[in-house]
């Protein structure tokens, strides 16, 4: 069992950067692929990032490739993601997920936890 819990969201102008963080809770949490996703108003839920156990393999969406920088602390039960040169487009609501299936290019149906998502507003 992993229970994961997000925080770092905000209000930021484009261009900007805000980094968010997801503690998990459980003794296995090196055991997961770790990743993020985010949802806009109206839209689906999509990938934006996913790593492998040790951190040393990355995905990214190509809409945030090279903007975003997803990176975990297997010691600390954390995985972070950071975001720079933020665009008005990146306005979501980011949720942190886990899951043991497939691959760190997490897909929705391979996500075992999810946390409580955090809201991203980027302003033009």
């Known amino acids: 069992q992993v229970a994961l819990v997000e925080s770092g969201g905000g209000l930021v102008q484009a261009g900007g950067s805000l980094r968010l963080s997801c503690a998990a809770s459980?003794?296995?949490?090196?055991?997961?692929?770790m990743g993020w996703f985010r949802q806009a108003p109206g839209k689906e839920r999509e990938f934006v990032a996913g790593?492998?156990?040790?951190?040393?393999?990355?995905g990214y969406a190509d809409s945030v490739k090279g903007r975003f920088t997803i990176s975990r602390d297997n010691a600390a039960n954390t995985v972070a993601l950071q975001m720079n040169s933020l665009k008005p487009e990146d306005t979501a609501v980011y949720y942190c997920?886990?899951?043991?299936?497939?691959?760190?290019?997490?897909?929705?149906?391979?996500?075992?936890?999810w946390g409580q998502g955090t809201q991203v507003n980027v302003s033009s």
């Open positions: 459980g003794r296995t949490f090196s055991n997961y692929y």
């Open positions: 997920a886990a899951g043991r299936r497939g691959s760190y290019y997490l897909i929705l149906s391979q996500v075992d936890y």
């Open positions: 790593i492998n156990w040790s951190g040393g393999r990355t």
